[in-house]
């Protein structure tokens, strides 16, 4: 055959997703910051000079030292060491990754919650839909955080502090997402409406496909657009309400810190004039989170269907 | 026994302040191979009636009365689950707008094989061997490479014969065909037409055409049905409703269209507009509209009566055949 079969790759590079990225600078520089911090998150081991899990590798001794640049500053430890002695740089890579994973566990969490009750609740209707999409109201009546507060608190109380500890991870992805997947579940429920109105899905009725078919083949992919861009903006949103967690002390424990329990351990020094500790795992976090509305942003726009249909 | 038989079908849709009558009495029947026109303008219920079949009517309207047989066996009291199983298995459906009717997401070989998969126990791959087998029976050109591309990389008569080939997949006893060229520029109307006229004559698949296209109806089909706010007002073979047609909006639909013969001729119009189903006149639904009105159709539907192979509701028209049983027989 001389026409070559098209590869998914050629396919790509032909599509108007890549021709916009190309050309939206802004786009390509969120992406690489973004690559880039995902890189270290998850390469943290390879990259770190210290192991901030290793309670062998730190001395009390080289607590609150400045970053390199500075007057008393250590080579050994280029971004300065916490108030435990801890290599900042290494705690701040083991953090972001910490955070990262936060991040999209819980929106893969409010994914699923969402998408199953989304669907199901645009698609039924009727009882269905007025119950689920009740419980999303009560719950979006509540501050996110004031939920995650609660549910954390239970919880720590029910685990004990040490054992939360080491789930500590898995609760916060399991708080995080129980308390945002209503934001999911409106805006697929919204676009299921729409499509449930179009003529394919009249005509995959007529095929005779079950409803769990025509829901969760026909009509889910259709509405992936919307829930691509939400929740570019709900891994920025958990990242946050992780931080603000930790900085409330109910997030991740000193020992395995993330980015929001780095800034709040360095909030107590920060009148002793050790400003990094705080700073420095803010400005990561600061421009993670601002990278990943960035995309999402292009994202939106790339794939707002009145701009683009395809 | 016909393949398909329609008894007294009532279809009502149920809305604030009471329902609305969308089908009324509606009584055809379909033979295998048969080929069925489904005639009336927009909102008589043609394709209300074709979805009632296949008891996909959607909320609100419901299934009031009568009853759907298929092969026997009733339609109206079956599950779900046995329903499916028809439905596109036995009878399958081609829609208006090819652009529509595909889900835009999906490659066509994947809905094919899809379609295939949920009615038959096969591997991906001999279902993507009969999916090639039927692009081709639609002649599309290149078929191994349209499995493999989405709905918007083909052109809308590309779509109607992916959807033709997808209807014939499971190779159903009927297939019902709402307005299928509606969407599709004249050219591509004759070929798609002269194609779906061919598969079903093959396979001896009967076709229920739906269309408001008097001219493709005298083409297509055998037998014609015309409708007017949810009734069937009259129905019989469609040589002998074209050529004489007996009820006044029949009449008024055949003058409606432009003819060869006589250039110039102005267009006849049927005074009014169909009524909408909230305001449904008393008596024979027509007759606001109707040049032969009477009291008694102001007051009572009329009943059929045959007039040679036709059933018409007309009152006009039994006069007329009464009068003619009643005048001597005149032998030159």
């Given at each position: 055959m001389t026409t070559a079969t098209v590869s998914r790759w050629d396919r790509f590079r032909e599509s108007f997703l890549w021709y916009s990225f190309k050309r939206d600078k802004i786009a390509i520089v969120s992406f690489v910051v973004f690559v880039a911090i995902v890189l270290a998150g998850v390469f943290a081991p390879l990259f770190a000079?210290?192991?901030?899990?290793?309670?062998?590798?730190?001395?009390?001794?080289?607590?609150e030292l400045p970053p390199?640049?500075?007057?008393?500053?250590?080579?050994?430890f280029p971004l300065g060491t916490d108030a435990q002695g801890r290599d900042l740089l290494s705690t701040i890579l083991y953090g972001t990754r910490v955070s990262l994973l936060i991040g999209f566990g819980a929106v893969l969490m409010q994914g699923a919650l969402g998408i199953l009750f989304g669907l199901l609740a645009g698609y039924l209707g009727g009882r269905v839909d007025a119950v689920l999409m009740r419980i999303a109201d009560v719950q979006l009546s509540f501050s996110t955080l004031m939920v995650a507060i609660i549910v954390g608190a239970v919880f720590k109380a029910s685990f004990g502090n040490l054992m939360f500890g080491e789930i500590a991870i898995y609760m916060l992805i399991v708080i995080i997402g129980i308390a945002e997947w209503p934001q999911i579940a409106r805006t697929v429920r919204a676009s299921v409406l729409a499509e449930k109105k179009k003529e394919y899905v009249d005509a995959a009725k007529v095929m005779g496909f079950g409803t769990n078919r025509i829901m969760f083949r026909h009509i889910l992919p259709n509405t992936l657009s919307p829930i691509f861009v939400i929740s570019t903006v709900q891994i920025a949103n958990a990242i946050i309400s992780e931080a603000a967690l930790s900085f409330l002390g109910?997030?991740?424990p000193e020992t395995q810190p993330s980015l929001g329990s780095l800034i709040k351990s360095g909030f107590d020094y920060i009148q002793s004039g050790s400003w990094w500790i705080t700073l420095i795992p803010g400005l990561v976090l600061v421009v993670l989170v601002l990278v990943i509305n960035l995309l999402g942003d292009w994202l939106r726009d790339m794939m707002n269907p009145r701009l683009y249909k395809g | 026994m016909a393949l398909l038989e329609v008894n007294n079908l009532d279809v009502r849709f149920a809305v604030r302040g009471g329902d609305l009558?969308?089908?009324?009495?509606i009584s055809f029947s379909l033979d295998k191979g048969e080929r069925l026109g489904l005639v009336g303008e927009s909102g008589a219920g043609k394709s209300v009636a074709a979805f009632s079949i296949l008891k996909l009517?959607?909320?609100?309207?419901?299934?009031?009365g009568g009853e759907v047989l298929f092969e026997g066996r009733n339609l109206s009291a079956m599950s779900e689950r046995e329903l499916r199983q028809i439905r596109g298995n036995r009878i399958a459906m081609i829609f208006q707008d090819p652009m529509m009717t595909?889900?835009?997401?999906?490659?066509v070989g994947t809905q094919m094989v899809e379609a295939l998969k949920a009615h038959r126990r096969i591997s991906t791959r001999a279902a993507r061997d009969i999916a090639l087998k039927k692009l081709q029976k639609v002649s599309i050109p290149s078929p191994d490479k349209r499995l493999?591309?989405?709905?918007?990389?083909?052109?809308g008569g590309m779509r109607q014969r992916v959807i033709i080939a997808i209807a014939l997949l499971l190779d159903p006893d009927i297939i019902i065909a709402d307005?299928?060229?509606?969407?599709?520029?004249v050219t591509i109307q004759a070929e798609i037409m002269a194609l779906l006229l061919a598969l079903c004559e093959q396979d001896n698949v009967a076709l229920m055409l739906i269309t408001h296209d008097l001219g493709l109806v005298s083409q297509v089909t055998q037998r014609m049905l015309v409708m007017y706010s949810g009734r069937i007002i009259e129905q019989g073979p469609t040589k002998e409703i074209i050529n004489d047609a007996q009820h006044p909006y029949t009449q008024g639909l055949i003058n409606a269209l432009p003819q060869m013969?006589?250039?110039?001729r102005r267009l006849y119009q049927i005074p009014g507009s169909m009524p909408s189903l909230s305001r449904?006149?008393?008596?024979?639904?027509?007759h606001p509209r109707?040049?032969?009105?009477t009291d008694e159709c102001r007051q009572t539907m009329p009943e059929y009566v045959q007039s040679g192979n036709v059933d018409v509701a007309c009152y006009e028209v039994s006069k007329l055949i009464e009068q003619e049983n009643r005048a001597p027989e005149v032998t030159p």
């Amino acid at each position: 055959m001389t026409t070559a079969t098209v590869s998914r790759w050629d396919r790509f590079r032909e599509s108007f997703l890549w021709y916009s990225f190309k050309r939206d600078k802004i786009a390509i520089v969120s992406f690489v910051v973004f690559v880039a911090i995902v890189l270290a998150g998850v390469f943290a081991p390879l990259f770190a000079p210290a192991d901030p899990y290793d309670l062998a590798q730190i001395n009390i001794m080289n607590s609150e030292l400045p970053p390199v640049w500075m007057a008393g500053g250590d080579a050994q430890f280029p971004l300065g060491t916490d108030a435990q002695g801890r290599d900042l740089l290494s705690t701040i890579l083991y953090g972001t990754r910490v955070s990262l994973l936060i991040g999209f566990g819980a929106v893969l969490m409010q994914g699923a919650l969402g998408i199953l009750f989304g669907l199901l609740a645009g698609y039924l209707g009727g009882r269905v839909d007025a119950v689920l999409m009740r419980i999303a109201d009560v719950q979006l009546s509540f501050s996110t955080l004031m939920v995650a507060i609660i549910v954390g608190a239970v919880f720590k109380a029910s685990f004990g502090n040490l054992m939360f500890g080491e789930i500590a991870i898995y609760m916060l992805i399991v708080i995080i997402g129980i308390a945002e997947w209503p934001q999911i579940a409106r805006t697929v429920r919204a676009s299921v409406l729409a499509e449930k109105k179009k003529e394919y899905v009249d005509a995959a009725k007529v095929m005779g496909f079950g409803t769990n078919r025509i829901m969760f083949r026909h009509i889910l992919p259709n509405t992936l657009s919307p829930i691509f861009v939400i929740s570019t903006v709900q891994i920025a949103n958990a990242i946050i309400s992780e931080a603000a967690l930790s900085f409330l002390g109910l997030g991740m424990p000193e020992t395995q810190p993330s980015l929001g329990s780095l800034i709040k351990s360095g909030f107590d020094y920060i009148q002793s004039g050790s400003w990094w500790i705080t700073l420095i795992p803010g400005l990561v976090l600061v421009v993670l989170v601002l990278v990943i509305n960035l995309l999402g942003d292009w994202l939106r726009d790339m794939m707002n269907p009145r701009l683009y249909k395809g | 026994m016909a393949l398909l038989e329609v008894n007294n079908l009532d279809v009502r849709f149920a809305v604030r302040g009471g329902d609305l009558q969308a089908l009324q009495s509606i009584s055809f029947s379909l033979d295998k191979g048969e080929r069925l026109g489904l005639v009336g303008e927009s909102g008589a219920g043609k394709s209300v009636a074709a979805f009632s079949i296949l008891k996909l009517i959607a909320q609100p309207g419901y299934i009031a009365g009568g009853e759907v047989l298929f092969e026997g066996r009733n339609l109206s009291a079956m599950s779900e689950r046995e329903l499916r199983q028809i439905r596109g298995n036995r009878i399958a459906m081609i829609f208006q707008d090819p652009m529509m009717t595909l889900n835009p997401v999906l490659t066509v070989g994947t809905q094919m094989v899809e379609a295939l998969k949920a009615h038959r126990r096969i591997s991906t791959r001999a279902a993507r061997d009969i999916a090639l087998k039927k692009l081709q029976k639609v002649s599309i050109p290149s078929p191994d490479k349209r499995l493999d591309q989405y709905p918007h990389e083909l052109s809308g008569g590309m779509r109607q014969r992916v959807i033709i080939a997808i209807a014939l997949l499971l190779d159903p006893d009927i297939i019902i065909a709402d307005e299928p060229t509606t969407a599709l520029d004249v050219t591509i109307q004759a070929e798609i037409m002269a194609l779906l006229l061919a598969l079903c004559e093959q396979d001896n698949v009967a076709l229920m055409l739906i269309t408001h296209d008097l001219g493709l109806v005298s083409q297509v089909t055998q037998r014609m049905l015309v409708m007017y706010s949810g009734r069937i007002i009259e129905q019989g073979p469609t040589k002998e409703i074209i050529n004489d047609a007996q009820h006044p909006y029949t009449q008024g639909l055949i003058n409606a269209l432009p003819q060869m013969g006589e250039p110039g001729r102005r267009l006849y119009q049927i005074p009014g507009s169909m009524p909408s189903l909230s305001r449904i006149p008393p008596g024979c639904p027509f007759h606001p509209r109707c040049p032969f009105v009477t009291d008694e159709c102001r007051q009572t539907m009329p009943e059929y009566v045959q007039s040679g192979n036709v059933d018409v509701a007309c009152y006009e028209v039994s006069k007329l055949i009464e009068q003619e049983n009643r005048a001597p027989e005149v032998t030159p």
